[in-house]
Antibody, heavy 121, light 110 residues
């Protein structure tokens, strides 16, 4: 069974750093692109970026380029989303998600359970 | 960059009624790159339709997708109580490998 299990909720102060994780299981982790999605309270999902764990090829959505860092360690089947200096506006629920390709179509077939990040002084 | 708009913002219907949700792209898109998701409170989105019209595994046949070019529709033929949720369309741009979501349509109970 495919699973993406994310790290637990975090409460941080503005200016602090943070790294959250997403561990994949039940499939060949290096061979599937993994993305990160932000969902702010009461809003729709926003795509942040994606990484191919096999070679760490990473692409960012323009809105998030330079704001976060996406990485992966294929040896432990884990992807990461990292901030160097959090802002209150980073308060949101963050999902990891697996990109799937099938017969010419691309879509997200599995999601993590979400990690709530709260940034408050 | 493709922008997606969804209408209506909220759809108030009764169980058993038919729902038609619209997704419009800012430019013509490849149909195979268009998907629909359902999200309930406290849950991650769930894939319903991919390739504009293919139902995902385990999705009931009351859900159907159609459309091409810039206009796409998700239809729920007869609303069941568990179908009241928010629905998002999504487009994939293969060059920067970016997904874009629409703002969503909330289907609530009338």
């Amino acid at each position: 069974e495919v699973q993406l299990v994310q790290s637990g909720a975090e409460v941080k102060k503005p200016g602090e750093s943070l790294k959250i994780s997403c561990k994949g299981s039940g499939y060949n982790f290096p061979n599937y692109w993994i993305g990160w999605v932000r969902q702010m309270p009461g809003k729709g999902p926003e795509w942040m970026g994606i990484i191919y764990p096999g070679d760490s090829d990473t692409r960012y959505s323009p809105s998030f380029q330079g704001q976060v860092t996406i990485s992966a360690d294929k040896s432990i089947s884990t992807a990461y989303l990292q901030w160097s200096s959090l802002k209150a506006s980073d308060t949101a629920l963050y999902y990891c998600a697996r990109r799937y390709y099938d017969s010419g179509s691309y879509y997200i077939d599995y999601w993590g359970q979400g990690t709530l990040v709260t940034v408050s002084s | 960059e493709v922008l997606l708009t969804q209408s209506p913002g909220t759809l108030s219907l009764s169980p058993g009624e038919r729902a038609a949700l619209s997704c419009r792209a800012s430019q013509s898109v490849i149909s195979s790159y268009l998907a629909w998701y359902q999200q309930k409170p406290g849950q991650a989105p769930r894939l319903l339709i991919y390739g504009a019209s293919s139902r995902a595994t385990g999705i009931p046949d009351r859900f159907s997708g159609s459309g091409s070019g810039t206009d796409f529709t998700l239809t729920i033929s007869r609303l069941e109580p568990e179908d009241f949720a928010v629905y998002y369309c999504q487009h994939y741009d293969s060059s920067p490998k970016v997904f874009t979501f629409g703002p969503g349509t909330k289907v609530d109970i009338k």
